[in-house]
């Protein structure tokens, strides 16, 4: 959920934007390059990409075959949605240091946007033949199995990941995150907290543990953790809100979970958290238009994720619209015109379905 590419609850492939910490491939000679690539950072960090890819340019005539700027440049052009060019850069600092390993991530990202999953596989691969390459690439192609909802494939990754590294924090989130979306709730819990004891500072771990001592019938228990997120985390905005959204939807007060969501989904509107709890927000206030708005964007960020479907079945079915009238008169006929047929019954609510 933190980060630059937040997706939220149950998919993070913050892999990707965990990959832009720039270390430099190769350090450049010339304290001006230097200075030139801090100014590209400093503007990329920014979301000035268009800036980026003028400093990182200057850098590179100031000092031909400096790699790091090569590699921002392609950021930039990723960003700049320049995918042929961004390609071609990565692919070129791939070339000249096939062992910094970061590369392979932008570079899969870059067709990741494009939805290009099997280009994308293609890199994995390519990586998990580098040396120490092979658990991040299993861990990447889980997540790219998720992103086609095929989460047993998923799920074989991230054990693989584990069994080379029990102590890899991200898989043992990432399979908590795909038990809840099968509806394992138990087993979701018993991943979270593995990835907590882990990272035991890492507000979005303890977040995740609350959502599932929530969905196991423990809310005293998840309202102590959201308390502590809230406690320790006040600058952490995103983090912060959503767990004082969650904190209130356990109190049934959905007003205040409501206003609080959508500060995060304004600001955030590709994470898939919240956008389920505002459907269970507006679920409680019976408001089921705005819910089922909120539970379908959520469907379009996770098709796999089976507490949206359980949401939206609870939801009272939307009114047929009224069919419209007919254009043909017929002016020669003396019959009299039929009465208005009574409205049809309204659509009962459809059985809710499992917790």
Do not use: C
């Not at 990754?157 to 924090?169: E, G, K, M, P």
């Not at 043909?328 to 809710?352: D, F, G």
């Amino acid at each position: 959920m933190n980060g630059k590419k937040s997706r939220g609850l149950l998919l993070l492939p913050a892999f990707l934007s965990a990959l832009f910490f720039m270390m430099t491939p190769v350090q450049a000679q010339s304290v001006n390059a230097r200075n030139l690539i801090k100014l590209a950072r400093s503007a990329a960090d920014q979301g000035d990409w268009e800036s980026a890819k003028t400093y990182a340019e200057r850098a590179m005539k100031e000092e031909p075959g400096y790699l790091d700027a090569l590699y921002m440049r392609a950021f930039a052009y990723r960003e700049l949605e320049q995918y042929d060019k961004a390609e071609a850069d990565f692919k070129e600092v791939i070339r000249q240091d096939e062992k910094y390993l970061p590369t392979y991530g932008a570079l899969a990202e870059t067709y990741l946007k494009q939805k290009k999953y099997d280009k994308a596989d293609e890199v994995f691969v390519q990586l998990g033949k580098q040396p120490d390459g092979q658990t991040w690439a299993s861990y990447y192609r889980g997540v790219l199995a998720y992103l086609r909802s095929d989460l047993d494939a998923a799920e074989k990754f991230w054990s693989d990941v584990l069994a080379r590294d029990t102590n890899f924090a991200p898989a043992h989130h990432n399979l908590g995150a795909l038990y809840l979306a099968k509806g394992n709730n138990t087993r979701a819990l018993a991943s979270f907290r593995e990835a907590l004891d882990e990272k035991p500072d890492k507000p979005l771990y303890r977040f995740h543990v609350a959502w599932a001592l929530e969905r196991t019938d423990q809310v005293p228990a998840a309202q102590q953790m959201l308390r502590k997120i809230m406690d320790e985390n006040p600058d952490d905005q995103m983090n912060w809100l959503l767990a004082r959204g969650l904190d209130r939807i356990t109190k049934k007060q959905y007003d205040t979970a409501v206003e609080v969501l959508k500060t995060v989904a304004e600001q955030h509107p590709d994470n898939l958290d919240v956008w389920i709890l505002l459907g269970r927000a507006y679920s409680g206030l019976n408001k089921p238009e705005q819910a089922r708005e909120a539970l379908t964007k959520a469907k379009e960020l996770d098709q796999a994720f089976q507490e949206i479907d359980i949401l939206l079945s609870k939801l009272p079915k939307p009114p047929e619209p009224e069919p419209a009238p007919s254009s043909e008169a017929n002016p020669q006929s003396e019959v009299e015109p039929a009465q208005t047929p009574a409205p049809a019954i309204k659509p009962a609510q459809e059985p809710a379905g499992q917790e």
